[in-house]
C-alpha cells in the first residue's frame, strides 16, 4: 500500500484568511498633512504644528469628523480645548461672546487666510493651515473683524549688510461667509527680528539689514490685527569680511 500524502488545503487556507481579514478591524487611514497655530488674545498659544491627520473622529463630537478643521486641532493641541462645534475654550483660554469675544477660524489654503465655515464643517486637505484666533474689538484696518497678518517674499537666506525687502500681507472681511477675505497690503507694520525692526509703508513693503550671521527669526505686528507666525531667515556672514 502506497504511503497515504497530505494535501495542503489551499482553498480552505484562503478562505479562513479572507474570513480572518473581514473580522479584523479595519485600520484607519491617514489623512492629510496639515498645520495649526492657535492665537490668544495676547500671546501665542500654539505656534504653527504640523499634524498628519489620524482618520478619528474628534472623540465625543460626531459632527467633527476625520478630516475636519476640529479633527486637525484635536491632534495639535492633543486634546487641549473644549471639544464644541463652536469653539469656547482652547489651551486653557475662554472666549464665550460674554465681552463680545469668541475663537474664530481661518484657513489658508495657499492663497492667504479665509473665513473659516466652522471647525466641524471645514474638510481639510494636504497643505491646508488653520489658524484660531480671538476675535474682539477693536479691529484694525476698518474691518469688523480680527486681521490676520503674515510675512510674504522671504527668502532663503540674505548677506549680512545688505537689504533685505519683505511684504506685510493682511487678510480683510467684507463678510461673514465662509470663504471669505481679501488679502490685502498692510501699512504700519513692526516687523522685527535679529535685532532690527520697520515699519511696512503702504504698499507693506519693509526693508532691514542685520548686522550679524545666523538664524533671524522674523515677526510682523500692529495694533488691532492678529501677529502674523513667525519666520525663519538665514543671515550669511560676508564671505569677504
Known amino acids: ?12 487556507t484562503a478562505g479562513i484568511l479572507a474570513l480572518s481579514a473581514l473580522a479584523a478591524p479595519a485600520a484607519l487611514a491617514a489623512g492629510p498633512k496639515v498645520s495649526v497655530r492657535v492665537e490668544g488674545a495676547k500671546k501665542t498659544l500654539l505656534a504653527p504644528r504640523t499634524v498628519t491627520l489620524s482618520g478619528k473622529s474628534v472623540p465625543g463630537n ?67 493651515q488653520v489658524l484660531m484666533l480671538v476675535d474682539q474689538a477693536p479691529y484694525g484696518e476698518g474691518s469688523d473683524a480680527e486681521v490676520p497678518l503674515n510675512l510674504k517674499g522671504i527668502p532663503k537666506s540674505v548677506t549680512v549688510g545688505r537689504p ?9 472681511l467684507h463678510s461673514f461667509d465662509p470663504g471669505s477675505g481679501a488679502t490685502v497690503p498692510i501699512a504700519g507694520a513692526t516687523v522685527s527680528g535679529g535685532g532690527q525692526k520697520a515699519v511696512s509703508n503702504a504698499r507693506g513693503r519693509v526693508t532691514l539689514r542685520f548686522k550679524r550671521g545666523g538664524a533671524v527669526t522674523l515677526r510682523a505686528r500692529k495694533a488691532g490685527d492678529v501677529r502674523s507666525p513667525r519666520k525663519q531667515l538665514l543671515v550669511a556672514r560676508d564671505a569677504h569680511a
Open 62 to 128: 460626531a459632527e467633527c469628523g476625520p478630516t475636519s478643521a476640529g479633527a486637525a486641532i484635536e491632534q495639535a493641541t492633543k486634546g487641549g480645548w473644549d471639544r464644541g462645534s463652536f469653539v469656547t475654550t482652547l489651551l486653557g483660554e475662554s472666549h464665550d461672546y460674554s465681552q463680545n469675544d469668541f475663537w474664530a477660524e481661518w484657513i489658508d489654503r495657499g492663497q492667504g487666510y479665509k473665513y473659516g465655515g466652522g471647525v466641524c464643517a471645514d474638510q481639510l486637505e494636504a497643505g491646508d
Open 1 to 12: 500500500m502506497a504511503p497515504l500524502q497530505l494535501k495542503t488545503p489551499t482553498g480552505l
Open 164 to 172: 533685505v525687502t519683505l511684504r506685510v500681507m493682511g487678510t480683510v
